[in-house]
């Protein structure tokens, strides 16, 4: 993707009116739920790792309704546009950190969970220094499949066996590139913008 096209994600914002967050949807209710289904998550890892693997699936499905619905019923909003990134960050870090911990993602493998974990901070801060001096920075299209690729690597790890461990890893790897590549495009539109 080139870096015009991702310069585009940084907007400036107008001072923000309550009506235009439009905090209580339908997609920013499940949003919350995938936020509220994390500490629940955390704990089925020590239960078993068929419900771990559940609770991820089911969580990864509310990422997926949320965008649906708020497309489908014209429910989109500037407060979901905002949640909507955290709560997959949340999510997507805190099954690394606990596979990580549990020894589902050891060795060398830890590298690229590392890179995911590294990359939301990054992109979190710049997301704060734009929000300071009243811009946004959208999430662009190709940081959506990178999303998408690490909850496909997530969930092929959680069910540990052998061909779907060995496509996970391969997959928590390539996540980990498009994680740095996003990140490098995200940072030089921010110094764009400027």
């Avoid at 920013?28 to 991820?56: C, D, H, Q, W």
């Avoid at 805190?94 to 911990?101: V, W």
């Avoid at 996970?168 to 539109?189: I, M, P, Q």
Wanted: aromatic share 10%; glycine share 6%; proline share 2%.
């Amino acid at each position: 993707m080139s870096s015009r096209r991702i310069s585009s994600k940084v907007s400036h914002r107008k001072v923000l009116r309550l009506e235009k967050w439009k905090i209580v949807t339908v997609p920013n209710v499940i949003t919350f739920v995938r936020v509220g289904i994390i500490p629940f998550l955390v704990l089925s890892f020590y239960v078993s790792e068929i419900l771990a693997l559940v609770m991820f699936i089911f969580a990864c499905v509310t990422d997926y309704a949320d965008g649906y619905i708020a497309k489908r019923f014209n429910q989109s909003s500037r407060f979901g546009a905002f949640l909507d990134p955290i709560a997959d960050k949340l999510l997507v870090s805190t099954a690394l950190l606990m596979m990580a911990g549990m020894g589902q993602i050891r060795g060398f493998h830890l590298i690229p969970a590392s890179i995911v974990l590294c990359r939301e901070f990054f992109i979190s801060g710049l997301r704060e220094f734009l929000a300071a001096s009243g811009k946004e920075l959208r999430v662009s299209n190709i940081a959506k499949y990178k999303t998408t690729l690490q909850m496909t690597a997530i969930t092929c790890l959680l069910t540990n066996v052998n061909v779907s461990w060995f496509a996970g890893n391969v997959l928590l790897w390539a996540s980990a590139a498009l994680s740095v590549v996003t990140g490098a495009h995200y940072l030089k539109a921010v110094i764009d913008s400027q």
